[in-house]
């Protein structure tokens, strides 16, 4: 019998991307931290035999295209993550269809390779979310977290758990793009990873995955480079960007390699859908 299959997904960004550091009182000297963890997440991967998708804001492909083109060129898919990290919501519609356009044309001129997926940053997913994705080329959307509402973040807009069209979750949005939703806890309601991960520890993430599993879902987990980094200390960064960053994430995403499954892109579980 085949192991079931999850997917590693990585918001490519740098730590100046985040709203963390975004709204912060202090600044630090170089503020580009996460392209130092590349190096080492490639070589994780594939010292594992996982492939992964990287959700790649287009900036960090224009400053640095060598370091996009070595995770495509490893068998990674390349996704787009918009062009600056802007949360949507917050921009017009003219400029959300730039950041979307832009980024696409910049990770496919960037690799050679198609680029079909997108992650909206932090999850932000205005109304007209679909229909723009659809305008400018996109296949599917991992942008849903089905998870219950976290006061001061996201959660409580979505329920389904499996991949779907956007037509069933949104009335009148295209059905030639599909959802590929981000994995929660069963009866906990929390996501697995990002933040939830570095808070409860990888035991939880494992046992959300197999449970997961057993329902016929393949989790998609996502993580960012730069909590693989040991983070300078910035005055108003929160508490929680902190917490088990750095060297236990390492050890985290071993012990989650380790677990009996076959780490695939996002594209191909959305392809099976």
């Not at 960090?60 to 990674?76: F, M, N, Q, W």
Request: charged share 25%.
């Amino acid at each position: 019998m085949s192991p079931p299959r999850a997917v590693i997904s990585v918001d490519f960004e740098y730590f100046s991307h985040t709203p963390a550091y975004r709204n912060a009182r202090g600044t630090t000297a170089d503020p580009d931290i996460g392209p130092w963890a590349m190096d080492g997440l490639l070589d994780t991967l594939d010292n594992a035999d996982a492939e992964a998708t990287f959700f790649v804001v287009s900036d960090v492909a224009e400053r640095r295209p060598k370091l996009v083109a070595r995770a495509a060129d490893a068998g990674h898919e390349i996704a787009s993550h918009t062009r600056s990290h802007v949360h949507l919501s917050k921009i017009s519609p003219e400029e959300r269809s730039a950041e979307l356009r832009s980024s696409r044309e910049t990770l496919e001129r960037t690799t050679g390779t198609p680029v079909t997926g997108f992650r909206a940053p932090s999850f932000d997913v205005p109304p007209d979310h679909f229909d723009l994705l659809a305008d400018a080329g996109y296949e599917y959307d991992s942008s849903v977290v089905p998870c219950r509402k976290i006061p001061g973040w996201y959660g409580g807009e979505w329920s389904t758990r499996r991949p779907c069209g956007a037509d069933q979750l949104v009335a009148d949005a295209p059905s030639s793009v599909a959802e590929l939703p981000v994995a929660v806890m069963p009866g906990i309601g929390l996501p697995l990873t990002g933040t939830w991960l570095r808070f409860f520890g990888v035991g939880y993430v494992i046992l959300g995955m197999r449970l997961l599993a057993r329902w016929g879902i393949a989790p998609v987990l996502y993580v960012h480079p730069w909590e693989f980094c040991e983070l300078p200390t910035i005055a108003g960064v929160p508490r929680r960007i902190y917490w088990r960053s750095g060297e236990w994430m390492w050890r985290a995403l071993a012990a989650i390699l380790d677990e009996e499954f076959e780490f695939v892109t996002a594209r191909s579980v959305v392809e099976g859908y």
